[in-house]
Structure formats: C-alpha cells, structure tokens
C-alpha cells in the first residue's frame, strides 16, 4: 500500500517530465550555487531570475521562443551587470538592484498591457510542474552538460578568479571573460529552471545547497561535488513531498533545502563547539 | 649589478575619478635591485603597484617593461579571504591556470609546489588549510605561489603590514635571500625603521618621487619631511638610519 502510494506520481507525465527537470536543476544550481556563495554574490541568483522574467515577457509580446528571448535577455542582463558592478563606486548589489528590478517592472508591464494576465505571471513566478515539457528537459540537459564542461575545463582559471581576482588578472587569466561567462551561465540556468522552481525562489536553489555544503567541507573540489548532490536530493525528495502533501513544489523544494541548511548548521556548529572544548582541555 | 632596466615608468600620472593620486612620477627598476616604494598613507605607493601590473590605468605617461616579463605579484595578506576553501597546494597551482586546463594537481606540479615551499623553508603545510596558517607562514605562502611563476620580478604590496616583529625578521631575511638568488624584488612599505632602512635603494613617493637612492642618502630630516608633511629626525643605531618621528601626542595627565 505504502508503495504503491509513493510510486503513484510516477503514473502522470506531467510528474514524470517535472521530476527529472526539478533534480537535474537542482544539481545545476548546486553546482553553479558554489561560485555564487563563494564571491559573495548571493543577490545575483534574485536579481537575475528577475531580469529573465522580463526577458519571457518581452518574448511573449514579441512572439519570438521564449527560451531564445528570456535567453538572450538574461544573458545581456549579466552583462551589464558586470559592466557596472566595475565601476567600484557603484558596485555590484548596486548594478544588480537596477539593472534586474527595471528588467522586472518592464517585464510586469508588458504583460500588464499586452499579456495574457495574471495566470501566466504566477506560474513564472513561483513555478508549474504541470508546464514542464520534454523540450524543458532537453534544455536543462543541454545547460547542465555545457556548465558541467565550462567548469571543468575552466576550473583553475574559475578559481582563481573567485579566490583572487587581482592577482589573477596579473597572471593572465581573463577575469572579466570568467565573470561574464558565469553570468551568463547563471542566466541560462535560471531560464530553464524557472518553469519548475519559478523566478521568486531560484535563488535560494542557488544558495541554499550551496551554503550548507560550504559547513561540511574546506575542499573547493569537495564542494563541486557535495553541493549539487545537496541540490538534486532535495529537488528529488521536493518534488515527490509535494505531491503527497499537495503543496507548491517549488515552496517545498525550498523549505526542504532551509532543513537540511539548518541540520548541517547545528551539527557542523555543535562539532565546531566539541573540537574547541577538547582543545580547552590541552 | 646590471643595469638592465626591466620596469621603467616615465611622467606616470594616475587618477581616481578627478583626484590626482600620482603625478609625473619617474622610476626604474633595473634587473637584480631591491627596491622599497616608501610613503604615507594615499601616497600612491600601491596604485604605482597596480599600474605596473596593468590593473590601475595611467592616464598620463608611460609604462615600458621588458618584453616577456614574467611579474611574480604578492598583495597584502590583509585583503586574502582566509576561510575560502583552498589548501595551499591549490593556492599555489592557482598561478598556473592559463597554461594548464586539467582540473587536478598533476604529479609534477605536486613536486614543484613542494620544491617551492621547501625553498621558502614551509614543505609541511602543502595540505594544509590556509587559514590554519600562522602570521609568517601566510606570508611564505603567498611569496611561494608569486616564485611559483619562476619571476623575473617578484612585486610585493606592504609585505610586513599586520605582521608582528618576528613575522617581519623572517620575510626580510627570506627577501634578503632571494635577492642574493639574484631575484629583481620591488616592494611597497611604510615601515621605515624595520623593512625600509634595511633595504638597498629606497624610493619616497608622495603622489610624485621626492627621493631616490640608498638609505643613508635618502632617509634625511629634510627628504622625510618633504615626503610626511611632518618633521622627523634621523639617528645612527647600529651602522644604520633610525627614524624617530616627532609627533608625539601630549596624553591627559602625563607630566603632572
């Protein structure tokens, strides 16, 4: 009985073609959540799901792929946010309050006038397992290879420039180049998780797997690892609690990584606490 | 020595947004020197830095290096991220990125690293965290990663700032011994007494060089002022100059 309860999403498609876009997302935005964590730009995940929400509406209004207009949109929103994030008088929470919250209000007010209201705006916002398509699949395949490929070939150069910027610039490394590429990875990323996750809670996909994996290791390679597994467990996990409990997925995915974050936090600060009164003792 | 020049700025002026942080500032760092960028605070000693190493631009003048100089760049310790999760080993292959694309640490780098660290006298902490590192072994490991590139010029941004006095006796010996290895080295400091008086030519920046030359010629009561705004006396100790600096603040009830 209990079996056949749990196995009873996995008779609708809908839940078939979710669940594996939801785990493979969830790898991903672990995987790209370490570099987010690590230069400190928590915000960027929040302020790039936004701006690719203008992008999708824009495309709407246009009628051209949405996949290639939010694409495109988010991508050159990254860039911009690079651009001006350099100039240090402003710096980056800065660049990405404007450059992403004025993406976002175009992008409300194009559906506003010319969209097709309020229910296409909720499902980009918080998300529709029921919208995942096989093509939802491929994208999030195709973006989690060529991520999975930028990071490997470029893992030196995209440490580098995380861990010292300055010196790696005077070393060689193109970090303006690394910078942009990872936004734009990070905007493709978001366009083809939105549909599941949704744009208000991408960014605690991007942060969350990545932040309690960053309490159980001191291994920058650990980390590539552990977090996209933390990622892809909880989206897996995520989705099929969802169902049971007939709750949002994507409110579900994220509460179940907050859990998680909060365990690995107690532990690791309670073994933080015993290895600090052991050493008392010496 | 030779006298062949590896660095050389001429009427180098650099601003940030419309104030003048250097101006016509003449300098030349020729192969097998030891020099020490001396000034006060917003003198323009590490923005001299960061426009030789290409990261600060110039907006008057010019910088002329020899072609294919390979820079070795210390930055101050003060600005590394210690909890980032890197070992030293990792911290030192960094500097190899643009040559080698594999993600993992090979074996001959593993023995390079290794061959870098023993030189620089810390072979036992290639796996160790870097903020498990105590204040001189942070500051070899940095100076370990820059000889990693085997250097034409190694460029050192406040090597001794934050560090205590032992710390700063190890890093002068250890830079004493490389120079003596024939290592072209070209620091920034505002410690007269324990790093600049003991190096072989100083140089006094503020915004523009008011002095350049060894010691004894440069660290006098008149370039000191010229370069503080503040009157300075200079005693003999040892054979060497000893800054003494007059602005001695009167406390509340001393003298009573």
């Known amino acids: ?282 | 020595m030779s006298s062949e020049s590896l660095i050389n700025c001429e009427h180098v002026s650099c601003t940030y947004g419309n104030s003048a942080v250097l101006d016509d500032v003449y300098m030349r760092v020729n192969r097998g020197e030891f020099v020490g960028v001396v000034g006060p605070s917003g003198s323009g000693k590490t923005t001299l830095l960061k426009a030789i190493l290409g990261t600060h631009p110039v907006a008057h003048g010019s910088i002329t290096m020899q072609p294919k100089l390979t820079l070795g760049y210390v930055p101050q310790v003060e600005t590394v991220d210690w909890y980032f999760p890197v070992t030293v080993e990792e911290v030192i292959v960094m500097t190899r990125s643009k040559s080698s694309w594999w993600p993992r640490i090979t074996q001959a780098e593993r023995k390079a690293v290794r061959d870098v660290l023993d030189r620089l006298g810390i072979g036992e902490v290639a796996n160790s965290h870097i903020r498990e590192l105590s204040g001189g072994q942070q500051q070899r490991v940095f100076l370990a990663r820059a000889m990693f590139r085997n250097p034409d010029i190694l460029i050192m941004d406040e090597p001794t700032s934050g560090v205590d006095v032992r710390t700063r006796h190890e890093v002068l010996h250890l830079l004493a011994d490389l120079h003596a290895d024939g290592l072209t080295i070209l620091l920034t400091t505002h410690d007269l007494n324990g790093l600049a008086a003991h190096l072989p030519r100083l140089v006094c920046l503020n915004k523009r060089v008011i002095a350049d030359g060894n010691p004894r010629e440069v660290l006098t009561p008149s370039v000191l002022e010229a370069t503080y705004g503040a009157p300075m006396e200079v005693l003999e100790h040892g054979g060497m100059p000893l800054v003494v600096d007059h602005g001695r603040v009167q406390m509340r009830g001393e003298g009573k």
């Open chain 1, 1 to 282: 009985m209990l079996a056949f309860d749990l196995f009873e999403p996995y008779g609708f498609q809908f839940f078939q073609h979710g669940i594996i876009v939801a785990t493979i997302a969830g790898a991903l935005c672990g995987l790209l959540g370490v570099f987010v964590v690590l230069r400190g730009m928590s915000y960027i995940g929040h302020g790039l799901s936004h701006a690719v929400f203008g992008g999708a509406a824009a495309s709407a209004v246009i009628g051209i792929n949405f996949f290639i207009g939010a694409g495109i949109w988010g991508i050159i929103s990254g860039v911009l946010i690079a651009r001006v994030a350099r100039r240090r008088v402003l710096g980056a929470d800065a660049a990405i309050g404007v450059v992403t919250t004025a993406s976002f209000a175009l992008g409300l007010a194009l559906m506003n006038r010319y969209g097709q209201a309020s229910k296409s705006i909720e499902a980009v916002l918080f998300g529709s397992v029921l919208g995942v398509k096989v093509a939802d699949i491929v994208a999030v395949s195709l973006v989690a290879v060529f991520a999975l490929a930028v990071i490997i070939v470029w893992y030196r150069k995209l440490l580098f420039s995380t861990f010292d910027p300055d010196v790696a610039q005077v070393s060689g490394v193109k970090v303006s180049v690394v910078e942009v590429v990872l936004l734009s990875l990070l905007s493709l990323t978001i366009l083809v998780t939105m549909r599941v996750i949704g744009t208000l809670l991408i960014s605690a996909l991007l942060v969350i797997p990545a932040a309690a994996a960053r309490m159980t290791t001191n291994s920058f390679s650990r980390l590539l690892w552990v977090s996209p597994i933390i990622g892809a467990i909880t989206c897996f996990v995520g989705m099929n609690l969802s169902y049971h409990l007939d709750t949002s997925a994507s409110a579900t995915i994220i509460l179940l990584d907050a859990l998680v974050f909060i365990v690995v936090y107690t532990v690791a600060g309670t073994r933080n606490r015993m290895k600090m009164a052991s050493l008392g003792h010496v």
